[in-house]
C-alpha cells in the first residue's frame, strides 16, 4: 500500500505560481497530478514515469510543469501564469507500472492522495 501526501496547495492571483508536492510512501512508477472543481469531472493534468517521461493535458502545457525526485519519492507541480480557471482541488496519483496514452482517465492509478485546493483570483 502505497501513501501519498500532497501539499503546498492555496490562494493566488491570476498570474502567479504554486508549486504543489506529493511525497509516496514507497516505490512507484507514475506519478500523476488531477484536479476536480466544483460540479466538473476529474481531469488529468500531467503525468510523469519514473524514467521522467512527461504527458500533459492541452490545457496546462506550457505553464505547468511536472517533475519527481526518486530518491524521495516526490512528484512536483510547477504551476505559472495560473488562470481563474486553474482552480480546483488538486489529487496526487501513483501506479506501479506506465499508465499509457490513456492516462487522463485516471483509471490506472491505483494510490491516491487526499487532495490540496488551489484557488486562482481574477
Known amino acids: 500500500q502505497v501513501q501519498l501526501v500532497e501539499s503546498g496547495g492555496g490562494s493566488v492571483q491570476a498570474g502567479g505560481s504554486l508549486r504543489l508536492s506529493c511525497a509516496a510512501s514507497?516505490?512507484?512508477?507514475?506519478m500523476g497530478w488531477f484536479r476536480q472543481a466544483p460540479g466538473k469531472e476529474r481531469e488529468g493534468v500531467a503525468v510523469i514515469s519514473l524514467a521522467g517521461s512527461t504527458s500533459y493535458a492541452d490545457s496546462v502545457k506550457g505553464r505547468f510543469t511536472i517533475s519527481r525526485d526518486n530518491a524521495k519519492n516526490t512528484v512536483y507541480l510547477q504551476m505559472n501564469s495560473l488562470k481563474p480557471e486553474d482552480t480546483a482541488m488538486y489529487y496526487c496519483?501513483?501506479?506501479?507500472?506506465?499508465?499509457?496514452?490513456?492516462?487522463?482517465?485516471?483509471?490506472?492509478?491505483?494510490?491516491w492522495g487526499q487532495g490540496t485546493q488551489v484557488t486562482v483570483s481574477s
Open positions: 496519483a501513483a501506479a506501479l507500472g506506465w499508465v499509457g496514452s490513456r492516462w487522463t482517465k485516471g483509471d490506472d492509478f491505483a494510490y
Open positions: 514507497g516505490y512507484t512508477y507514475s
